[in-house]
């Protein structure tokens, strides 16, 4: 089990930018695929950006493609999401998740994202 640690939320205007960090300890980091998901107040956690053990690979949800970018920095065993152009729709609690086989199963307690209009 690897444990995850969330930082980086905040309440930002629509058009402005947050990075959110996530910081692992436990495992060995590398071995891990790791994602970012949101969940808003009503609404189902759904997927937002995932990147592969070597960071070689990312995958996008439509709604921010070309707005978020998902990196890793193994050496600090540390996950990103650069956030750009916020929308007021981006407003959620962003959890970070990482995975060793096909499903994730190790999950950060989660950061607060408010985008104000």
């Known amino acids: 089990q690897v444990q995850l640690v969330e930082s980086g939320g905040g309440l930002v205007q629509a058009g402005g930018s947050l990075r959110l960090s996530c910081a692992a300890s436990?495992?060995?980091?590398?071995?891990?695929?790791m994602g970012w998901f949101r969940q808003a107040p009503g609404k189902e956690r759904e997927f937002v950006a995932a990147?592969?053990?070597?960071?070689?690979?990312?995958y996008y949800a439509d709604s921010v493609k070309g707005r978020f970018t998902i990196s890793r920095d193994n050496a600090k065993n540390t996950v990103y999401l650069q956030m750009n152009s916020l929308k007021p729709e981006d407003t959620a609690v962003y959890y970070c998740?990482?995975?060793?086989?096909?499903?994730?199963?190790?999950w950060g307690q989660g950061t607060q994202v408010t985008v104000s209009s």
């Open positions: 436990g495992r060995t980091f590398s071995n891990y695929a």
């Open positions: 990147i592969s053990r070597s960071g070689g690979s990312t």
């Open positions: 998740a990482g995975r060793v086989g096909a499903t994730y199963d190790d």
